[in-house]
């Protein structure tokens, strides 16, 4: 029996390419996420571990350890020249020194560009001179000794385009430096820094440049010989005394720091699975439908398989051993070209800046999951139809088995009913909900209900749609046309599988498209309606600047208001929540909001405002007090002077941006709300301020609509890495419109062979089957837009609290994916259209 | 008599080539004339397919000459020939004569709606009602019997008054009353329509209804026979089938 199975396997190994070439793309995508996140992963600890101290003194915040990322925004917790003076004292210090790194200390090239990348910090640091605590090597030039020098990490200096000796521009939280590039060195032990960019500057620059004159963001510890750094830590919590001190050993420092690290990378990974996990239920889809249309082909020859004695069971396991081939030859294959994905990954992600020097590498996980996922995929697709090929009775190997009319049944289309009923209801039940959290979750796992709802139903709709659209194939041809639409309709259940495999990839398309489109026109919306500012100061990346900006702006002739925005954690009542400051100015001069009970405008120091769902959640009223514990460990208390109905530019509770700095907040800005005086000349107003901005390359300055436009190429951008993503499923499903396709016409040789004879042009022949394939893929698009459009509705309406309040259904983008479906069905036809016309008509007659 | 509706001269048609090459027909010289209804019989292998295959332009020759009509085929390309099919010659075969998505009505106008021509309504109620197939027309083939699917092949071969009606074995798949009745159906379109058809068969009784048998041996036609009955056309046969016993 198993030597019958593979005979069979490799007799029909042509009709099994597809299949496999799915299965191989999906394990592809697995294997490579995982390998270039190994690699990431093994980057960064070897930075990491290649910065680490035998021990480190660092103060712990009060609130915010939840929040793994520094914002660089906040003032530094600072450790003093007193406590370095306390650890050296400890016995078996060999060595300690203060040290302060930093993000926010941007270098700029010679292009008047920042140099690295945008992502990756910028960090600045004082040089240590103690052999024993600089985990730095000097390669090039001196180290910094004097005010205003400056040296670099030996990877950023290639990008500078500066020489050593040479001035160099250094954007620091507290200004600009014009300083003087003194040499180079090497970060660590392998000297990766992943995109990060390094300054060092002599100490008592870097503490007035990046913490206070007499105070360090850490004490670095060398143990001397003869200790253990668990014991000299311990030693060293004793001497301080200060619970807010976290003293860490080397090992400690790798695996917090590690953890912090996979926590980020493990995000990556989910979302590069799901878009895989995605692609690979496409790509079960076509594996379903070779099965079903190989058996429904073979079945005259398992039937005598039957007849001669096999069991039901060796039939099922039979055509199981010919799916397992095919898993085990693609989780193979799928491997190799994962193994060159990653590759290529890591080759883009190394002209952003992002070197992986750890370097891709096969791993055992990476295999062994890719083996799990294309094994099982495979297997769980081919179950179906291995189950009906053991339940060919013998007496069928006696009849002639042709491509028989199919029913969809009673019972699919109930429980399709059923699904769309529970989609229903669960969407309904998510939008009724008050919590936008679960409205939102609701909302999402009934667009996936829906997209299998309509699975489910696919034969059915695949007939209502067919029929409707069915007539405009006329126009290619009357008898082709006619030909293409029934053929297709022969076998609904094929077609509609063919087509829902493009449904999912195409579904998700739109939703997206749906809701991003949405967003971006709320976005435009809500700054026309409550934007108040003229012009907006800030960096695209987020990245916080020096507050001399605001000072100086607010010197520019004509500008009335520069409003500062910042925010970060703080803790209520025990609950760690997040806190917006805002100062410069009177609050309603740059956010429009409504429904305002008590004041809305200046607000005084110990003065706060709330929007009122967060008050009714907290009890709060107006004349409340509020207790606020900051990161620092500065505990103040706010009077509630106003609630305010939120919209997506203000939201939560807002303090004043001086009381914010007084406990260590917001020590950088990170966007400016600029308003002007009622003669100032906007165009003159513009320029000034511009030229403020020009000190700081990170800066621009833009009005309102650059604003939109520029929150609008962001979103785009996301837009285009999900498509990106999607793109994959797309592909896998068009694939398998060429596998139904070429499956069919070998099915139909002898009707092809049929009507050549009576006189079917090849032209005729080619035309029909690209009807068919067009036919198909438009059917998956009608379906997936469908689906889409209803899916990104609901999660408008889910999310529309949360600031997409308007729904914008592209109508272009959809006519393009239209479009875009006709292209693909053009395309999957190609091959099996060429290879119809050119049957010869003797042999397609012949043909059994 | 006109000219012959289908003549071939020289007609040889060999497969593969050097030790393999295998001579399916051998400078063949045939008339096929028009208004007659011509049988061509011979055992398996003898070239008789082969022959229908090349008249009909189905196949390409190897050497000779084919007319329809007065069209040369040889030098016709694909296109050109498939036209020439559709437009000038019908079809019949043993089994798998009709497309299962088309209704039987369908059916019979494929090659002039594949042409994008106009069926002749007059000519083609005609046609069905000679065969019986009015009640027929809206049904798919799988819900018509053997018979009744054979009959719509006929129907779409006459509908388009093609110069030649080929038929392979068309009753090889009947029960021998239906096979009778289509035979019947065949004969009086040559009666009343003067319509030329060639029929290639190995049953005594199909081909007794011919005007004509042609016998082929070996890729030659060997004898012919007018106006043949089954008992004549069986003793002919058995006369074959001992000729090689007797060359031993």
């Known amino acids: 029996m198993l030597t019958a199975t593979l005979r069979t396997a490799f007799a029909h190994k042509g009709r099994l390419v597809l299949s496999t070439l799915a299965v191989v793309l999906g394990v592809a995508f697995v294997t490579g996420t995982l390998m270039l996140t190994n690699a990431l992963d093994r980057t960064f600890v070897d930075i990491i571990e290649g910065s680490a101290q035998d021990v480190q003194v660092t103060r712990e915040p009060a609130v915010g350890q939840e929040i793994t990322t520094d914002p660089g925004d906040s003032a530094p917790l600072l450790l003093s020249d007193d406590a370095v003076a306390t650890v050296q004292g400890v016995p078996g210090v060999s060595a300690a020194a203060g040290g302060i790194a930093r993000e926010g200390v941007y270098l700029i090239d010679s292009s008047g560009e920042v140099a690295g990348a945008v992502g990756p910090p910028a960090i600045g640091l004082n040089w240590e001179s103690d052999p024993e605590l600089n985990t730095n090597t000097l390669t090039a030039g001196r180290a910094p000794e004097r005010k205003n020098e400056v040296a670099v990490d030996d990877v950023t200096f290639g990008k500078l385009g500066i020489a050593i000796g040479e001035p160099i521009s250094v954007v620091t939280p507290s200004g600009t430096v014009d300083a003087e590039l003194v040499g180079t060195f090497k970060f660590g032990e392998t000297g990766g820094l992943a995109g990060a960019t390094l300054a060092a500057f002599e100490p008592k620059q870097a503490q007035q440049l990046l913490a206070e004159p007499g105070y360090w963001t850490a004490i670095d510890v060398a143990v001397a010989d003869g200790y253990t750094d668990e014991q000299v830590a311990a030693s060293i919590s004793e001497a301080l005394g200060d619970g807010d001190l976290l003293v860490r050993t080397r090992a400690e420092q790798v695996e917090q720091q590690s953890d912090e690290l996979r926590d980020g990378l493990a995000f990556f990974n989910y979302i590069m699975v799901g878009f895989a996990a995605i692609a690979l239920f496409v790509a079960a889809f076509l594996i379903y439908n070779t099965f079903s249309i190989l058996i429904a082909q073979r079945g005259q020859e398992l039937a005598l398989l039957r007849a001669i004695g096999a069991t039901r069971v060796q039939v099922l396991r039979s055509v199981l051993v010919e799916a397992l081939i095919v898993a085990v030859v693609s989780v193979i294959l799928g491997v190799g070209l994962g193994y060159l994905l990653a590759l290529g990954l890591a080759a883009l992600f190394d002209s952003f800046g992002l070197s992986l020097t750890a370097g891709i590498g096969i791993t055992a996980s990476a295999v062994l999951w890719a083996a799990l996922v294309g094994i099982v995929v495979t297997l769980l697709a081919a179950i179906v139809p291995a189950y009906r090929a053991g339940r060919i009775k013998p007496v069928a190997a006696m009849r002639e088995i042709g491509a028989s009319d199919e029913r969809i049944g009673k019972v699919r289309t109930a429980v399709g009913v059923v699904f769309l009923l529970a989609t229903a209801a669960l969407m309904a039940t998510g939008l009724a909900s008050d919590d936008g959290g679960s409205r939102a979750l609701l909302v999402a796992l009934g667009t996936l209900l829906l997209l299998i709802s309509v699975v489910i139903l696919a034969p059915l709709l695949s007939v209502i749609v067919v029929s409707v659209i069915g007539p405009l194939f006329s126009l290619l041809g009357r008898t082709t046309g006619r030909l293409s639409v029934r053929n297709a309709l022969r076998s609904p259940k094929r077609m509609a599988t063919t087509a829902s495999a493009l449904t999912i990839g195409l579904g998700l398309v739109v939703a997206v498209t749906v809701i991003t489109s949405s967003a971006k026109a709320s976005l435009g919306e809500l700054v026309d309606q409550s934007f108040g500012a003229e012009f907006v100061v800030g960096t695209t990346a987020q990245q916080p600047f020096s507050t001399e900006v605001a000072d100086e702006i607010r010197n520019v002739d004509g500008v009335e208001y520069v409003i500062s925005e910042s925010g970060g954690p703080v803790s209520i009542d025990g609950e760690e929540t997040g806190i917006t400051a805002v100062g410069g100015g009177p609050l309603d001069e740059v956010y429009s909001v409504e429904d305002v009970s008590g004041d809305f405008g200046q607000l005084e120091s110990g003065q706060a405002v709330v929007n009122t769902e967060y008050a009714k959640e907290q009890g709060w009223d107006l004349g409340s007090e509020v207790r606020i514990l900051f990161p620092s460990g500065d505990e103040r208390s706010f009077e509630i002077v106003g609630i305010y109905a939120s919209n997506g530019l203000i939201d939560g509770l807002v303090i004043p941006l001086d009381d914010y700095r007084e406990v260590g907040g917001a020590s950088q800005d990170r966007s400016l709300y600029v308003t002007l005086t009622p003669q100032a000349d906007t165009q003159q107003v513009l320029a000034d301020i511009e030229a403020v901005a020009d000190t700081n390359p990170l800066l621009q300055v833009l009005d309102q609509t650059e604003l939109k436009e520029q929150t609008e190429s962001q979103l785009n951008q996301l837009l285009y890495l999900v498509y990106a993503m999607l793109a994959l499923s797309v592909v896998i499903a068009a694939m398998g419109v060429v596998n139904t396709l070429a499956l069919s016409v070998i099915e139909r040789t002898r009707e092809i062979g049929l009507l050549r004879a009576v006189g079917a042009t090849r032209r005729q022949i080619r035309a029909m089957i690209r009807a068919e394939a067009i036919l198909m893929a438009v059917l998956g698009a009608i379906l997936g837009i469908a689906v889409g459009v209803g899916a990104g509705l609901a999660l408008q309406r889910a999310m529309a609290d949360a600031g997409i309040e308007v729904l914008d259904i592209p109508i272009a983008t959809l006519i393009v994916i239209l479009v875009l479906a006709i292209i693909i069905g053009v395309v999957a036809a190609a091959v099996p259209a060429r290879r119809a016309a050119k049957l010869d008509i003797l042999k397609a007659i012949a043909t059994e | ?248």
Not at chain 2, 97 to 106: F, G, K, M, Q, S
Not at chain 2, 136 to 150: F, M, V
Not at chain 2, 153 to 162: H, K, T
Request: glycine share 8%.
């Open chain 2, 1 to 248: 008599m006109t000219e012959p509706a289908s003549r071939a001269r020289q007609l040889t048609k060999t497969y593969g080539s050097g030790d393999t090459q295998v001579v399916a027909l051998d400078s063949v010289d045939v008339d096929i004339n028009t208004g007659e209804f011509t049988a061509v019989m011979g055992p398996s292998g003898s070239g008789k397919s082969t022959l229908m295959h090349c008249l009909a332009g189905l196949d390409s020759i190897t050497k000779g000459e084919v007319y329809l009509g007065d069209t040369a085929l040889a030098g016709l390309n694909d296109t050109a020939l498939t036209k020439l099919r559709r437009e000038r010659v019908g079809f019949v075969f043993q089994a798998f004569n009709l497309i299962p998505t088309l209704t039987a009505r369908e059916n019979i106008t494929l090659p002039q709606d594949i042409a994008g021509h106009k069926v002749d309504v007059d000519w083609l109620n005609q046609v069905i009602a000679i065969l019986d197939l009015e009640s027929r027309l809206s049904h798919k083939p799988t819900e018509l019997s053997g018979g009744q699917q054979q009959r719509v092949a006929v129907a779409r071969a006459m509908a388009a008054r093609p110069t030649v009606i080929f038929a392979d074995e068309p009753t090889g798949n009947l029960d021998s009353r239906s096979g009778a009745e289509l035979l019947g159906f065949l004969r009086r379109s040559v009666d009343e329509n003067g319509q030329t058809i060639v029929m290639v068969t190995h049953d005594p009784a199909a081909a007794s209804y011919a005007d004509r048998i042609l016998f082929l041996a070996d890729g030659r036609i060997v004898d012919e026979m007018r106006e043949p009955t089954p008992d004549k056309v069986l003793n002919r046969m058995v006369a074959f089938e001992r000729l090689p016993q007797q060359g031993e």
